[in-house]
């Protein structure tokens, strides 16, 4: 069956696998809805999209996606509210994302609305997918690879843009526990960092292997030049508080500037809480641990929200966050979660209704 929504060809699937989700129980990211958006670039352009089936895609093992990685991602949410109101948060700021990370990968930027169109029609179409429940949310993967084939280590000439979703519980269960990195490295001045390209996250796979049999769950990253700079960690930008104010490192190159760790800054600024964006040292933390003005540490992401950590490993030595009350991460998460689903009122224009 076939329709058009805001000019995008619609193909509905004939079957759906949505009375075999358990809505209560979601996992992050396992369960797919049944329709995905795909648009190709071929002959210098990208071609218009299309709602599709959600479905395999057949490649040549010559695709460039395979021998040179040249792939970029996004990550999203959207929310439906108590009247089954769909809403995202702050979208155009991830499609202009995905073209900074494109264009550092050397894929052709994609337009505006082949993006916003394309990801309304989706939404449309899978409605039913978008959970409603506290703490779910239809996560929103929107990808772009080399679908061109050739041995050649030069950009393909063809491409996907493919969004898909997965209605999704917490990224993490519980708190986390992070490892302070002393050896590698996720990026280095000049290189891809502040891209969300595939490849910056296979990058950190083993090292953060390394770390989870040590018992953590995350790695921090620290600059690749002296190791002594708070950076990121592996799914999420990161703050601390010492004593009553909020640090979070500057974005550069090296980093991705999140969506959410702008929203927390902007929203603790209009809250009076002190806050600073400044190059935070590993040395300046773990001296706050010991002496306890380390009152909190979190990271922000897409798929992290607020998620508070417990502690930190540094070096061989493990240092607890003493947990106090009234936490800085538990009312921003609670101030940003009210106003992405519709709760509360939105002062900054983030909210956006589909
Ligand atoms: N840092 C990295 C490496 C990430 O993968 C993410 C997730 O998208 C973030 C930070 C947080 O960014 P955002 O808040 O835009 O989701
Ligand atoms: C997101 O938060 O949306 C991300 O893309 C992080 C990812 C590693 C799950």
Redesign the pocket.
């Known amino acids: 069956m076939s329709a058009i929504i805001n000019d995008i060809e619609i193909i509905k699937s004939e079957t759906t696998k949505i009375n075999d989700v358990d809505f209560n129980n979601l996992k992050f990211g396992h369960v797919f809805s049944d329709h995905m958006l795909e648009c190709d670039y071929k002959d210098g352009k990208w071609q218009a999209p299309k709602v599709v089936p959600y479905q395999g895609i057949t490649l040549d093992p010559s695709a460039k996606i395979f021998h040179y990685g040249q792939s970029v991602f996004e990550?999203m949410k959207a929310y439906k509210d108590a009247h089954e109101k769909v809403w995202l948060f702050r979208p155009l700021d991830n499609f202009k994302r995905i073209n900074i990370s494109s264009k550092r990968l050397a894929i052709p930027e994609l337009p505006e609305n082949y993006f916003m169109d394309g990801l309304k029609a989706l939404l449309e179409v899978d409605k039913d997918w978008i959970p409603s429940n506290e703490g779910s949310s239809l996560y929103i993967r929107p990808f772009i690879f080399a679908s061109g084939n050739g041995f050649h280590a030069s950009p393909a000439d063809e491409y996907k843009f493919i969004i898909c979703t997965a209605p999704s519980g917490s990224y993490f269960s519980g708190d986390v526990k992070v490892l302070i990195e002393e050896k590698y490295s996720r990026s280095a001045n000049g290189g891809v960092g502040f891209a969300?390209a595939g490849g910056n996250y296979a990058g950190q796979f083993y090292p953060t292997q390394l770390a989870i049999e040590k018992g953590y769950q995350q790695v921090i990253w620290t600059d690749d030049n002296t190791h002594e700079y708070i950076e990121?960690a592996?799914?999420?930008?990161i703050f601390v508080r010492i004593n009553d104010t909020l640090i979070t490192g500057p974005t550069s190159d090296r980093i991705?500037d999140?969506?959410?760790?702008k929203s927390i800054i902007e929203l603790a600024e209009s809250e009076n809480i002190p806050v600073e964006v400044r190059k935070l040292t590993v040395a300046e933390v773990v001296e706050a641990a010991k002496n306890g003005s380390l009152k909190e540490m979190f990271g922000?992401?897409?798929?992290a929200v607020i998620s508070p950590i417990s502690g930190f490993g540094y070096k061989g030595e493990d240092y607890e966050i003493e947990k106090i009350d009234n936490t800085y991460a538990s009312f921003l998460k609670k101030r940003i979660t009210d106003i992405q689903t519709n709760k509360a009122e939105d002062p900054f224009g983030w909210r956006y209704e589909v």
């Open positions: 990550g969300k990121e592996g799914a999420m930008n991705l999140g969506i959410t760790r922000a992401g897409t798929a």
